[in-house]
């Protein structure tokens, strides 16, 4: 009976464990939830980043052990994903609430108190231990005692100095020391960066490679000496005033670091070249010209000393120009240039008839944001107004016009102008000793402010003056008298025709000009805009004579080759007040 009993047990031990094994590997119907309270922002989110529960969420369940497994371990998971911000003494707990159709894992987090810097101990040795750069990094970056010990910053700036190490040409820096020690009973922490620099790294020589062009020429794109110290700045401005330059397709800059000599690094530049003819074609349409054709023709390169030779031929309903142009590098041939051009422009709208020659030679200087343009030319023009006979008028001008540019874009569309403004200066005149049929002196000045109000909004601000003084206005053709009127100038009113009229009603230009305008533009959806403005602006011979005014609607495509504008604009001060459509393309600067 014994031996009976004990069989019975055994079997009952047989049929229970596997039971009891089945209930905890066993998979559930049940989905799985994850749930963290406590902590929220950038806490909750690196939390559940950390989290390897996760993965799992709306998920069937697997068995109970992995359950229980991973939500154990996800406590020192959270605890983890906290300490980059500074809580090591937070505590997290967690319970399993189980029902037929969800399992939630519930964890409630406790964060203490933050730790925060006590001592910050950053040692710059070798040559950047004067460098003024690595001064200014460390008193930017450095933590302060106090600060929340967060990783980020303390990473930062392990970074930032390597990062400035190596765009000062300390080739040999290293970091020595790196280390943090965290007091949990106090909630500070200690950190110690010991940052050896080794010698700062000079350029060497800078050689070019398989270039069609002079020595000579490549070597003015330089704006670096032999021996002065490194920086990756001006290489890489070197590769950027190469690659713009028109004249090569590709442009790689190496410093060959291997083959320094004396701390001093040679410059290996590889260039490829770019095709040397550019053809053009196009048409477009504006209000202001009509229908139009663009024909071109560019020659990158016309000898090995980097004289260009560029020609375009624009056909409009309004105006046809031929114009050559022959530039020849300057001193720095990224920002310098001469240039002899050569213009034809007939000129056929509104009963004013105009054909112009003009032959100039142009002296370009840029200076950052400023850019210079001294200019002597000599024209001859022969225009109308009306019936009344043509003139002809000769002029040598010497002119000169400065131009400053500032502006931000929007981060993520160099399209967008966010702030900036553009202010222009211009002079030129002549006289009747130098080949001048009469004599005259011009000045004109504008400016364009756009000013972000706030995500949405945006107020563009517009202004031009000109006046000149003359002996016998009567001389001088329409491409040196004032005119308003048209896309760019007061909209609402047709292409040049706000100004004096002559007997037959023809505007025939003034001496005195005055142009603004006021909008404000709204982001409705990406890339696109509405606006309203009011334009104020006339043409006159004398400053006191009144001002046109127009008020308009329009919309803006903020597209991949630059804003396109339409607006409708109505001319007030017109019988009727008349409405204009007015088609434009290009930067709002």
Same mark, same amino acid.
């Given at each position: 009976m014994r031996y009976i009993q004990q069989w019975v047990i055994f079997l009952m031990m047989v049929i229970v464990v596997p039971a009891h094994a089945q209930t905890r590997w066993q998979t559930s119907e049940a989905i799985l939830k994850v749930e963290i309270t406590g902590i929220e922002d950038e806490l909750l989110r690196n939390a559940q980043l950390f989290l390897s529960l996760k993965e799992l969420e709306n998920k069937q369940v697997p068995s109970l052990f992995r359950v229980r497994y991973l939500a154990r371990q996800g406590e020192q998971e959270i605890l983890s994903a906290l300490e980059p911000f500074g809580f090591y003494n937070a505590s997290v707990q967690h319970q399993i609430n189980q029902t037929a159709d969800v399992w939630l894992i519930q964890y409630q987090v406790e964060l203490g108190n933050v730790t925060t810097y006590n001592q910050?101990? %950053?040692? /710059?040795?070798?040559?950047?231990? *004067?460098?003024?750069?690595?001064?200014k990094l460390v008193t930017a970056l450095k933590p302060q005692t106090g600060q929340v010990f967060e990783h980020q910053s303390y990473e930062r700036l392990k970074t930032s100095l390597r990062s400035l190490a190596a765009?000062?040409?300390?080739?040999?820096?290293?970091?020595?020391?790196?280390?943090?020690?965290?007091?949990?009973?106090?909630?500070?922490?200690?950190?110690?960066?010991?940052?050896?620099?080794?010698?700062?790294?000079?350029?060497?020589?800078?050689?070019?490679?398989?270039?069609?062009?002079?020595?000579?020429?490549?070597?003015?794109?330089?704006?670096?000496?032999?021996g002065q110290p490194f920086t990756t700045r001006s290489l890489l401005e070197l590769q950027i005033d190469?690659?713009?330059?028109?004249?090569?397709?590709?442009?790689? +800059?190496?410093?060959?670091?291997?083959?320094?000599?004396?701390?001093?690094?040679?410059?290996? +530049?590889?260039?490829?070249?770019?095709?040397?003819?550019?053809?053009?074609?196009?048409?477009?349409?504006?209000? &202001?010209?009509?229908?139009?054709?663009?024909?071109?023709?560019?020659?990158?390169? %016309?000898?090995?000393r980097g004289h260009r030779l560029s020609?375009?031929?624009?056909?409009?309903?309004?105006?046809?120009?031929?114009? %050559?142009?022959?530039?020849?590098? #300057?001193?720095?041939?990224?920002?310098?240039?001469?240039?002899?051009? #050569?213009?034809?422009?007939?000129?056929?709208?509104?009963?004013?008839?105009?054909?112009?020659?003009?032959?100039?030679?142009? &002296? /370009?200087?840029?200076?950052?944001?400023?850019?210079?343009?001294?200019?002597?030319?000599?024209?001859?023009?022969?225009?109308?107004f009306g019936s009344e006979p043509t003139t002809s008028s000769n002029f040598l001008i010497p002119a000169i016009e400065w131009s400053l540019i500032d502006s931000a874009t929007v981060q993520d569309n160099r399209n967008m102008i966010d702030d900036g403004y553009r202010l222009t200066l211009s002079l030129q005149g002549g006289h009747d000793s130098f080949l001048s049929d009469t004599n005259f002196i011009s000045a004109k000045v504008g400016a364009k402010w756009i000013q972000r109000l706030n995500d949405d909004w945006r107020m563009l601000l517009r202004g031009e003056v000109g006046a000149l003084t003359v002996d016998d206005f009567d001389l001088l053709g329409p491409t040196l008298r004032f005119f308003a009127g048209g896309d760019h100038s007061v909209r609402g009113y047709a292409y040049q025709q706000l100004g004096p009229k002559n007997a037959e009603g023809v505007v025939i230009g003034g001496r005195?000009?005055?142009?603004?305008?006021?909008?404000?533009?709204?982001?409705?959806?990406?890339?696109?805009?509405?606006?309203?403005?009011? *334009?104020?602006?006339?043409?006159?011979?004398?400053? *006191?004579?009144?001002?046109?005014?127009?008020?308009?609607?329009?919309?803006?495509? /903020?597209?991949?080759i630059g804003p396109i504008r339409l607006d409708l604009a109505a001319a007030i001060d017109e019988p009727g007040s008349p409405w204009r459509l007015h088609l434009t393309l290009g930067p709002d600067l």
């Open positions: 910050v101990t %950053v040692d /710059i040795r070798g040559a950047a231990e *004067d460098d003024a750069a690595f001064k765009e000062r040409g300390y080739y040999d820096a290293e970091l020595l020391k790196h280390e943090v020690h965290v007091e949990t009973t106090t909630q500070t922490a200690d950190a110690t960066l010991l940052f050896d620099s080794g010698e700062r790294y000079q350029f060497g020589p800078t050689s070019f490679c398989c270039s069609f062009l002079e020595d000579e020429l490549l070597h003015r794109f330089v704006q670096y000496e032999s190469l690659a713009g330059s028109g004249y090569f397709s590709s442009v790689e +800059v190496s410093p060959q670091w291997q083959q320094a000599d004396n701390q001093e690094v040679p410059i290996e +530049v590889s260039l490829s070249p770019n095709n040397r003819n550019r053809y053009q074609l196009g048409v477009g349409y504006g209000t &202001d010209t009509g229908a139009r054709v663009t024909l071109g023709f560019d020659r990158r390169w %016309v000898n090995s020609s375009v031929l624009r056909l409009s309903e309004v105006q046809n120009t031929g114009f %050559v142009s022959y530039v020849i590098p #300057g001193r720095n041939p990224a920002r310098d240039s001469y240039s002899y051009t #050569g213009e034809v422009t007939d000129r056929s709208f509104e009963q004013q008839q105009s054909t112009l020659y003009r032959t100039a030679f142009n &002296d /370009i200087r840029h200076y950052d944001k400023w850019h210079r343009t001294y200019q002597l030319s000599y024209q001859r023009e022969n225009f109308a005195y000009l005055v142009a603004t305008s006021v909008e404000f533009d709204y982001a409705f959806k990406p890339n696109w805009r509405l606006a309203v403005f009011s *334009d104020f602006g006339n043409s006159m011979m004398d400053w *006191d004579e009144s001002l046109k005014q127009s008020v308009g609607v329009g919309v803006r495509w /903020i597209s991949p």
